[in-house]
């Protein structure tokens, strides 16, 4: 029999998510059952996944269906009661959908009340938690509870590496399903094949141009080196917040002509100029795990990380790349110039034994599997 499984998340077709969009095509295209997205806001309208935006559909056909809602259903009722008409009309459409499977992609898209709801009606829910919201948010008391009361809702608890299935293990005794995010094969003229020796530390950083990326300290970085006589080529693709302040920066320290910000570049363009750089640093405060990390190792980019989250589960010491200590970012610079000197080939040889655990296809079988169970 077909199931009805709805993918929830807060915003669809941000051109900063098409990991998002091309994970829910190839669910569809890998399962006889009918996947769709649910979604408060949507920027574009993909032909393979159906989208429903919560606040499109016709509110005279709302208030019919809560209506009849509201008549056959004394837990209706009390959701309706405690949550209010306005936010019953915006999940009613998925409410009479009868859907089987609710995939909880962002848990702050949903209120627990409608969570509840969805239980009671024997909704099969599945939560995958995001690192910001188990290694950042649950840190403040009020937001430690809630996110505990949601999580109890889910039949499955679904993380993205085995360093966040220990932290929810640690801060609320769950347990979990891990299934790594999946990258496909990269185009074959994309992979760096070999290293070519040059006088010039030649960098690349790509990521939200957030806090926790930790892009500051690679600018610093950059700083110490180039005092000490290194030549470096920074540069940094990404968009966010933080752009008038590293800028700034990077300008008070006297580094325009070492560092670039490039912005927002596309993920087929930006993947072609992998190979032109010695290595990619992500020097993150918090993570649970990288796509961006994941693609460079695809691409035999050796990386410097921070040793924190599940990147250490990407990158291994002296085999793909160099980890350091966040507690002391100066050490960030020993890493740039030991990655300058890594042996490529040995990277080259790890990358390849250990990649097949970050494929597309294993990542797409190992939710499908989360919704049989």
């Given at each position: 029999?077909?199931?009805?499984?709805?993918?929830?998340?807060?915003?669809?077709?941000n051109?900063?998510?098409?990991?998002?969009?091309?994970?829910?095509?190839?669910?569809?295209?890998?399962s006889?059952?009918m996947?769709?997205?649910?979604?408060?806001?949507n920027?574009?309208?993909?032909?393979?996944?159906?989208?429903?935006?919560s606040?499109?559909?016709?509110?005279?056909?709302?208030?019919l269906?809560?209506?009849?809602?509201?008549?056959?259903?004394?837990?209706f009722?009390s959701?309706?009661?405690?949550?209010?008409?306005?936010?019953?009309?915006?999940?009613?459409?998925?409410?009479?959908?009868?859907?089987?499977?609710?995939?909880?992609?962002?848990?702050?898209?949903?209120?627990?009340?409608?969570?509840?709801?969805?239980k009671?009606?024997?909704?099969k829910?599945?939560?995958?938690?995001?690192?910001?919201?188990?290694?950042?948010?649950?840190?403040?008391?009020?937001?430690?509870?809630a996110l505990?009361l949601?999580?109890?809702?889910?039949?499955?608890?679904?993380?993205?590496?085995?360093?966040?299935?220990?932290?929810?293990?640690?801060?609320?005794?769950?347990?979990?399903?891990?299934?790594?995010?999946?990258?496909?094969?990269?185009?074959?003229?994309?992979?760096?094949r070999?290293?070519?020796?040059?006088?010039?530390?030649?960098?690349i950083?790509?990521?939200?141009?957030?806090?926790?990326?930790?892009?500051?300290?690679?600018?610093?970085?950059?700083?110490?080196l180039?005092?000490?006589?290194?030549?470096?080529?920074?540069?940094?693709?990404?968009?966010?917040?933080?752009?008038?302040?590293?800028?700034?920066?990077?300008?008070?320290?006297?580094?325009?002509?070492?560092?670039?910000?490039?912005?927002?570049?596309?993920?087929?363009?930006?993947?072609?100029?992998?190979?032109?750089?010695?290595?990619?640093?992500q020097?993150?405060?918090?993570?649970?795990?990288?796509?961006?990390?994941?693609?460079?190792?695809?691409?035999?980019?050796?990386?410097?990380?921070?040793?924190?989250?599940?990147?250490?589960?990407?990158?291994?010491?002296?085999?793909?790349?160099?980890?350091?200590?966040?507690?002391?970012m100066?050490?960030?610079?020993?890493?740039?110039?030991?990655?300058?000197?890594?042996n490529?080939?040995?990277v080259?040889?790890?990358?390849?034994?250990?990649?097949?655990?970050?494929?597309?296809?294993?990542?797409?079988?190992?939710?499908?599997?989360?919704?049989?169970?």
């Amino acid at each position: 029999m077909t199931k009805k499984i709805c993918h929830l998340l807060i915003a669809y077709g941000n051109k900063n998510q098409n990991y998002t969009s091309r994970l829910l095509e190839g669910l569809s295209e890998n399962s006889t059952d009918m996947h769709f997205v649910f979604c408060h806001y949507n920027f574009s309208r993909p032909q393979k996944t159906k989208v429903v935006i919560s606040h499109s559909y016709s509110l005279f056909n709302a208030i019919l269906k809560s209506i009849k809602h509201y008549t056959n259903s004394a837990s209706f009722r009390s959701l309706v009661k405690e949550v209010g008409l306005k936010e019953i009309l915006k999940w009613i459409w998925l409410i009479d959908y009868k859907i089987d499977v609710l995939h909880v992609h962002h848990e702050h898209a949903i209120s627990l009340p409608i969570l509840k709801y969805f239980k009671s009606i024997e909704t099969k829910i599945i939560i995958s938690l995001r690192g910001k919201d188990l290694l950042v948010n649950s840190k403040q008391p009020e937001n430690f509870k809630a996110l505990q009361l949601k999580l109890s809702q889910a039949s499955n608890i679904h993380c993205i590496s085995n360093y966040m299935a220990k932290e929810l293990h640690k801060t609320y005794n769950m347990t979990s399903n891990i299934v790594y995010r999946g990258l496909p094969d990269p185009i074959a003229i994309n992979i760096k094949r070999k290293n070519l020796p040059t006088n010039v530390i030649k960098i690349i950083a790509v990521g939200r141009l957030a806090w926790e990326k930790g892009h500051i300290y690679i600018i610093e970085s950059a700083y110490r080196l180039k005092a000490l006589g290194y030549t470096i080529q920074l540069d940094i693709y990404g968009d966010g917040k933080l752009k008038e302040f590293l800028t700034f920066r990077v300008k008070q320290l006297h580094l325009e002509n070492e560092i670039s910000l490039k912005g927002f570049v596309d993920n087929e363009t930006l993947r072609s100029k992998y190979k032109n750089y010695d290595m990619a640093v992500q020097p993150s405060l918090y993570e649970a795990l990288s796509n961006g990390l994941i693609d460079f190792v695809f691409h035999n980019i050796p990386c410097v990380i921070s040793n924190v989250g599940g990147m250490t589960e990407v990158i291994e010491h002296d085999k793909n790349g160099f980890v350091f200590d966040n507690k002391n970012m100066q050490l960030l610079d020993k890493a740039i110039l030991q990655t300058k000197n890594i042996n490529f080939q040995k990277v080259v040889a790890y990358n390849e034994q250990h990649n097949s655990k970050f494929s597309s296809q294993k990542e797409i079988n190992g939710l499908l599997g989360l919704y049989l169970q």
